[in-house]
């Protein structure tokens, strides 16, 4: 079983709908956990960042982590073709410097 | 922006040749990353750096080494360049060995190995 799986998408939607992106892992002693944007030819891009189980919210977006399902989320309100990105989920177990990846999802918001 | 500046940002090289990308870093972290991007495989970290002279190995660190010898300079070398080399590579730094801290990416390096 991998240690993180994403669906890669691709992921089309119009203008100002939300969007669900959701990463799920196998490791119970996973305890950080962020999403990453990327933009093409660009490095990826901190969007949010939790420890814990629990909503996190930072504007259009919300983090929402599930310990005991073992499942990450994240919503995007409003969708503007600007939001139009790879987003990865990117999980650590604390302590170390391994950073697992999920693969991406390439999300496309359509004006 | 977390400052950190990749060097080069493109490179075309031959099969053998070596290869040194450097990563600068103007916010004093400790630690600091090489990754590399590949289609299907995603982000997989290579070689990292928790000090000046400390480094270790990732989970994709042979045909590469790595140097640290000031706290803002991370360099990566490819000894003698293989086409299966050819990807994207990142730098990205962190103040803590993550936990409290997560990692900030720099903008890349695309190295085309012929």
């Known amino acids: 079983q991998k240690e993180v799986e994403q669906d890669p998408g691709p992921l089309s939607v119009p203008e100002g709908a939300i969007v669900s992106l959701n990463c799920t892992y196998s490791n119970s002693a996973f305890q950080y956990f962020m999403w990453y944007r990327q933009y093409s030819r660009k490095g990826p891009e901190l969007l949010m960042y939790?420890?814990?189980?629990g909503n996190k919210e930072d504007g259009r977006f919300t983090a929402q982590v599930d310990k005991s399902s073992k499942y990450i989320s994240l919503f995007i309100r409003d969708s503007q073709p600007s939001d139009s990105a790879t987003y990865l989920c990117?999980?650590?177990?604390?302590?170390?410097?391994?950073?697992?990846f999920g693969k991406g999802t390439k999300l496309t918001v359509n004006p | 922006d977390a400052g950190i500046t990749q060097s080069p940002r493109h490179k075309v090289t031959e099969t053998g040749t070596p290869v040194t990308l450097r990563c600068h870093q103007t916010e004093n972290h400790r630690y600091m990353y090489w990754y590399r991007q590949d289609p299907g495989h995603g982000l997989r970290l290579i070689h990292y750096?928790?000090?000046?002279?400390?480094?270790d190995k990732g989970e994709v660190s042979d045909g590469y080494s790595v140097s640290r010898s000031k706290t803002e300079d991370f360099l990566l070398t490819l000894e003698s360049a293989t086409s299966s080399q050819t990807s994207v590579y990142f730098c990205?730094?962190?103040?803590?060995?993550?936990?409290?801290?997560?990692?900030?990416f720099g903008d890349g390096t695309r190295l085309s190995i012929l």
């Open positions: 990117a999980i650590n177990q604390g302590g170390s410097e391994k950073l697992v």
């Open positions: 750096s928790y000090g000046v002279k400390d480094t």
């Open positions: 990205a730094i962190s103040g803590s060995r993550q936990g409290n801290q997560p990692q900030h």
């Open positions: 939790t420890y814990s189980s």
